[in-house]
């Protein structure tokens, strides 16, 4: 199994650009999550998903959609990026949203805006 | 609001030492506490998930405790290794009514092993 798996690793974008980071897990997990980790800060939860079809918002989700069409894939788009989204993003998987569930998380994106 | 908080924010010990990390959380209707550690520039490892239920678990050379009744965890690093440097990060797990909430995260507790 590759894990969880995070594309790009590394993207740089002018304030008012999209994109989209990719996230993938090949465990057949149910519950995937994204979250952005800055200097000084913990984690901090941007958007969940409990299956295919579903998802909802964490802590910070102001700027960011997701979406959820198989379960596989969740990836996280930048609408109109902005420096303050300047973090690195990290992707998360467990087989559901049980107590007894590990998260596995990806390897991260680091993204500057400019 | 739950808060995690880690203490100390930074260690520097000799190798094979034992050692303890500490995490305080202030809401104790948690489901579960995790301990993930995070090497420079990668992605997070769990370390070991305590259910609310559970007073400790055991891995190896770790062992991590839960007192859900006074909010604390701690993690224990018995006999250091160089390689056990990294960021050792706590975080607690939280189900809201409304849905399945994701980990709330203390700030991590950087730890070099001098060798």
């Known amino acids: 199994n590759a894990g969880v798996t995070q594309t790009p690793k590394f993207q740089v974008l002018k304030t008012g650009q999209s994109m989209t980071l990719q996230c993938a897990q090949d465990?057949?997990?149910?519950?995937m999550s994204w979250y952005r980790q800055d200097p000084g800060m913990g984690l901090r939860l941007i958007h969940y998903?409990?299956?295919?079809?579903?998802?909802d918002q964490g802590e910070v989700p102001n700027g960011y959609n997701v979406s959820r069409s198989t379960t596989e894939d969740f990836p996280l788009r930048l609408l109109s990026a902005a420096p303050s989204q300047t973090s690195v993003y990290f992707c998360?998987?467990?087989?559901?949203?049980?107590?007894?569930?590990?998260?596995?998380f990806g390897p991260g994106t680091r993204l500057t805006v400019l | 609001k739950q808060e995690v908080t880690q203490i100390p924010a930074a260690l520097s010990v000799p190798e094979g030492e034992n050692l303890v990390l500490n995490c305080s959380f202030t809401?104790?209707?948690?489901?579960?506490l995790q301990w993930f550690r995070q090497d420079p520039g990668k992605g997070l490892t769990s370390l070991l998930l305590?259910?609310?239920?559970?007073r400790e678990q055991t891995s190896g050379r770790l062992n991590a405790s839960l007192d859900k009744s006074s909010g604390r965890s701690t993690l224990y690093i018995a006999a250091s290794q160089p390689g056990d440097s990294a960021t050792y990060l706590c975080?607690?797990?939280?189900?809201?009514?409304?849905?399945?909430?994701?980990?709330?995260f203390g700030k991590g507790t950087h730890l070099i092993i001098q060798p």
């Open positions: 998360a998987s467990s087989y559901s949203a049980a107590s007894t569930d590990t998260q596995y």
């Open positions: 305590i259910q609310s239920s559970q």
């Open positions: 975080a607690v797990k939280v189900y809201s009514g409304g849905g399945a909430d994701g980990l709330t």
């Open positions: 465990m057949n997990h149910e519950y």
């Open positions: 809401d104790s209707a948690i489901y579960n």
């Open positions: 998903s409990v299956g295919a079809g579903i998802t």
